[in-house]
């Protein structure tokens, strides 16, 4: 059964820092991936997928990359503000119907 | 604006008496899913959907059940809600029947406790 594991679970960092949030499947075996933001009382927002041909894709002051040799996903976010604070999902699925979550990492981005 | 919704918000019930949480996109998506998130444990999907009519397991799926009637909705059923089934509820949507390869929109969440 896959599982996923996010690091750090928790995180509070001065604006202005570059931070990595990492993701790792037990299941090396990953189709695609996506990230995921989740602001406190409202739902999930998509933030990047990688589909299967893809190793990394960017927007905006975010990269997220997959090495699927090894099952792990980062999460890159440059110049960190305080609106970046909000808890992050990473979720794989292993190309069927089915993703699978992790448990997230809390971010606090203080002024 | 695209999106999805869940009704109600927040809801407190008891033990034994059947609930219905609705669930509608605007965006003409194939796929449709329940998701439940709970501390420790993340998200888990409970039941799934690639089209009217058409429903699936996902890993939690006891004590639920849902329907494909129409392609905008997607209710989760509780025939007799428990207190372990108390818990923060997710519909989300994709446009392609093979949901992972495509972004997924989350409705606002719907916070159950069943007494």
């Known amino acids: 059964k896959q599982e996923v594991t996010q690091i750090p679970a928790a995180l509070s960092v001065p604006e202005g820092e570059n931070l990595v949030l990492n993701c790792s499947f037990t299941d090396s075996a990953i189709y695609n991936l996506q990230w995921f933001r989740q602001d406190p009382g409202k739902g999930l927002t998509s933030l990047l997928l990688?589909?299967?041909?893809?190793r990394e894709q960017t927007s905006g002051r975010l990269n997220a990359s997959l090495d699927k040799s090894s099952g792990r996903s980062t999460l890159y976010i440059a110049a960190s503000q305080p609106g970046d604070s909000a808890t992050y999902l990473c979720?794989?699925?292993?190309?069927?119907?089915?993703?699978?979550f992790g448990t997230g990492t809390q971010l606090k981005v203080e002024l | 604006e695209a999106q999805v919704t869940q009704n109600p918000r927040y809801l407190i019930t008891v033990t034994g008496k059947k609930l219905t949480v609705t669930c509608s996109q605007n965006?003409?998506?194939?796929?449709m899913s329940w998701y439940r998130q709970d501390p420790g444990l993340g998200l888990r999907q409970i039941y799934y959907?690639?089209?009217?009519?058409?429903?699936d397991k996902g890993d939690v799926p006891e004590g639920y059940k849902v329907s494909r009637k129409e392609k905008r909705n997607f209710p989760l059923i509780l025939e007799s809600p428990s207190p372990n089934q108390t818990s923060l509820y997710f519909c989300?949507?994709?446009?392609?029947?093979?949901?992972?390869?495509?972004?997924?929109?989350f409705g606002p969440g719907t916070r159950l406790t069943v007494l």
């Open positions: 965006m003409n998506h194939e796929y």
């Open positions: 979720a794989g699925s292993g190309g069927g119907n089915k993703l699978t």
């Open positions: 959907s690639m089209n009217v009519e058409v429903t």
């Open positions: 990688i589909q299967s041909s893809q």
């Open positions: 989300a949507s994709s446009s392609r029947i093979l949901a992972t390869a495509d972004t997924q929109y």
